[in-house]
Every structure is written in structure tokens, then in C-alpha cells.
């Protein structure tokens, strides 16, 4: 099993359409949660820290269950921009250079 | 403007080559890496350096090598022992490595190596 599952995708969505990213990860010790979105052969960027009690920023929502280990990442009101990879990273505490990064799910949104 | 300048961005190498790509940050980071990431998986770490003159290996290092002689510069060297080389290779820098959410990775542009 992967420590951090991803849906590769990809996810083809209308421009203004609502999707949702889920993100599973093994490790129970896993500290903090990250999105990061990659767009075509450039360099990951950070999208978002996830926290506890779930954050929002603009159109994007971040929850995550630790219960469950499984992060989710919400995109609202989709525009064309969006069309990238998303990343999901969980990071433990065991060496915090221990940086698990997902294989991604790619989104495209179509006018 | 603060950043992580990786070069050169393209690279062609012949087998049994060494090549070395270099990563210079004016960030103050005291912690780099280097990652490589291929088409449909995620990133994984080659190396790691904390400090200045101290270096990790990472999850893939076999060869590979690196250098930390200066804050600034951790520079990559993809030996001909290296079985496959050709993949894109992504340099970042945090400012530190514990667990905290403020140790963030930021990333270089990339240098995409491929081999003839």
C-alpha cells in the first residue's frame, strides 16, 4: 500500500462546477497536511496547509479526518484556471524531512 | 525577489556521463533537497541537507551524490551509476525540518534531464 493514495483522475469538470479531491494516507504518526498543485512540467506550489478544524481559502476548502486519514480538498465555482495537478503531502515527525508526496490527480476544466 | 534558482533547465546526457545540476536559494533556508518525480508517480527524495557540511540520504540516493559546502548552493550529481536517469528533478528548501506547518517545501523551476 502506498503512504499516500491519491485518484490520479482525471477529473473533467465544466468551468463553475464544484469538485472534490480525496487523499488517504497510512502513517496514524502524521503531522501535518499539505495541497499543492502542480501545473504541466512546472514545479509543485503550495495550494494550502491543512488543519484540524478544516480552512478555507477563497473557493478552496481543505478538511481533514484523522480518524479516517483522509484528507479532502474542495474546489468551488471551477474556473479554466484551476486545470492543474493537485498534490496531496503529509509529513511526519520522524525526521521532518519524512515529506510523503501523492502522485497527484489531475483536473481539467472545460469552458 | 527570494527564490531557488535551479539550472540549467534542460539536459541531455550520453550513458556512462556525469552530470551535475545545480540549485542555488537567497531564501536563508537552512534545509534543502532534492526530489525526482516521474510521470505518474510522486515525488521521492534523493538527498537532504539540514546544515551546512551535512547530508542525508533519501529514499532513492544510489547514484546519486551531493554537496553542501555553502548555505546558499546544494548542487546534484547524477553518477553513470545511476540505471535511469532521465526524469525531472526538483530542488527545494525549507527553513527548517521539524514538523512544524512553517517548514514548508518551496521548489525550484526543475531541471529535466534526459538521457540519449
Known amino acids: 500500500r502506498k503512504e499516500v493514495e491519491q485518484d490520479p483522475g482525471p477529473f473533467n469538470v465544466p468551468e463553475g462546477a464544484t469538485v472534490a479531491f480525496n487523499c488517504t494516507y497510512s502513517n496514524s504518526a502524521s503531522q501535518s497536511f499539505f495541497w499543492y498543485r502542480q501545473d504541466c512540467r512546472k514545479e509543485p506550489k503550495l495550494l494550502m496547509s ?4 478544516g480552512n478555507e481559502d477563497g473557493r478552496f476548502t481543505a478538511q481533514l479526518n484523522r480518524a479516517s486519514q483522509y484528507i479532502s480538498l474542495l474546489i468551488r465555482d471551477s474556473k479554466l484556471s484551476d486545470s492543474a495537478t493537485y ?5 511526519g515527525n520522524t525526521g521532518g524531512f519524512k515529506t510523503i508526496f501523492g502522485a497527484g490527480t489531475r483536473l481539467f476544466v472545460k469552458a | 525577489d527570494g527564490g531557488i534558482t535551479q539550472s540549467p533547465k534542460y539536459l541531455f546526457r550520453k550513458e556512462g556521463q556525469n552530470v551535475t545540476l545545480s540549485c542555488e ?6 534545509a534543502m533537497y532534492w526530489y525526482r518525480q516521474d510521470p505518474g508517480q510522486g515525488l521521492r527524495l534523493i538527498y537532504y541537507s539540514q546544515i551546512v557540511n551535512d547530508f542525508q540520504k533519501g529514499d532513492i540516493a544510489e547514484g546519486y551524490s551531493v554537496s553542501r559546502e555553502k548555505k546558499e548552493s546544494f548542487p546534484l550529481t547524477v553518477t553513470s551509476a545511476q540505471k535511469n536517469p532521465t526524469a525531472f528533478y526538483l530542488c527545494a528548501s525549507s527553513e527548517g525540518t521539524g514538523s512544524s506547518g512553517a517548514n514548508v517545501l518551496t521548489f525550484g523551476a526543475g531541471s529535466r534531464l534526459t538521457v540519449l
Open chain 1, 87 to 91: 498534490l496531496c503531502v503529509v509529513r
Open chain 1, 50 to 53: 491543512v488543519y484540524s478544524s
Open chain 2, 25 to 30: 536559494q537567497n531564501l536563508n533556508h537552512d
